[in-house]
């Protein structure tokens, strides 16, 4: 039985994976799957699939076409999620700030650098036509942003919307708005050494996880188990189900250059890519 290790966040977006290798989804075909949470993020991803820790990552896509333009090694095999992500602003509850604008010039807890949520500060400045000068406080994770805002490290964090909803719940954070990513937000990672010798096993697990999501929607109580399993609410959980789309192919030429010109923009990515040397269609 092939083993092969894929990595990503604990976050409900990857649901669909979880169930897959609980349900034996993989094993009855004859595939080792092995799931690794990364709660530190696209920044801890990338660097896994660099150290070949990892063979597979579900990553975000600004994270991995950065890191490729910077040396990595990996290339995308597929689309994971089409829709964009949808990144909470916060501050601490108790904090001075009360409006984005506030917060030009202030400094961003993130979780690495290279990491989406350093990233898409990025994105936010050229959204309020900010200057790209943004002073940094690195907190690994999402326990490491509450503590460095509750204690003014940082001003500010920018994570994804529902799963940073409870800190906002329960008085911890204050949303000030949201920023989505203009690209379809996560992708599936390969490294080029793992994929050239187990082409076929990846197409199979392709194959089976593309089947996992395409009845993923019209699964009973999903809501409920998924709220119950990364402690969301329900009904937050229901909107954001409604707002998900999973994908099941890769990205095209034109898609593919629409987005890391926009990176590039963004001064995220300085180096051109060639869509033939980081998108492989299985």
Not at 17 to 36: C, H, M, P, R, S
Not at 205 to 226: H, M, P, V, Y
């Amino acid at each position: 039985m092939t083993r092969i290790n894929i990595a990503g966040v604990p976050e409900h977006f990857n649901y669909p994976w979880i169930q897959a290798i609980e349900f034996g989804l993989f094993q009855e075909n004859g595939l080792d799957v092995q799931w690794t949470n990364v709660p530190e993020g696209t920044g801890k991803l990338v660097q896994l699939l660099r150290e070949g820790t990892t063979d597979l990552a579900i990553v975000l896509t600004e994270g991995i076409l950065k890191d490729i333009s910077l040396g990595n090694s990996s290339v995308l095999i597929q689309k994971y999620v089409e829709s964009p992500l949808l990144w909470g602003i916060h501050v601490a509850a108790q904090s001075p700030f009360f409006s984005i604008a506030d917060l030009q010039h202030k400094k961003a807890a993130i979780s690495r650098i290279g990491s989406g949520s350093q990233l898409m500060t990025y994105v936010n400045a050229k959204n309020h036509d900010w200057d790209s000068l943004i002073d940094f406080e690195i907190v690994h994770t999402i326990d490491g942003a509450v503590e460095a805002l509750s204690k003014q490290q940082a001003d500010y964090f920018m994570w994804e919307h529902f799963m940073t909803k409870p800190l906002v719940d329960q008085g911890i954070f204050r949303h000030l708005g949201d920023c989505p990513t203009p690209w379809p937000c996560f992708v599936i990672a390969a490294r080029k050494d793992f994929l050239k010798s187990h082409t076929f096993e990846v197409t199979k697990l392709l194959e089976l996880i593309n089947s996992q999501i395409q009845g993923f929607k019209k699964q009973d109580c999903l809501a409920e188990r998924i709220a119950a399993r990364y402690q969301l609410q329900e009904t937050d959980t229901k909107i954001w189900l409604e707002k998900t789309e999973w994908a099941q192919q890769n990205f095209n030429q034109l898609e593919f250059d629409a987005i890391q010109n926009q990176l590039i923009e963004l001064n995220i990515m300085t180096k051109q890519l060639q869509y033939s040397d980081v998108v492989v269609k299985l």
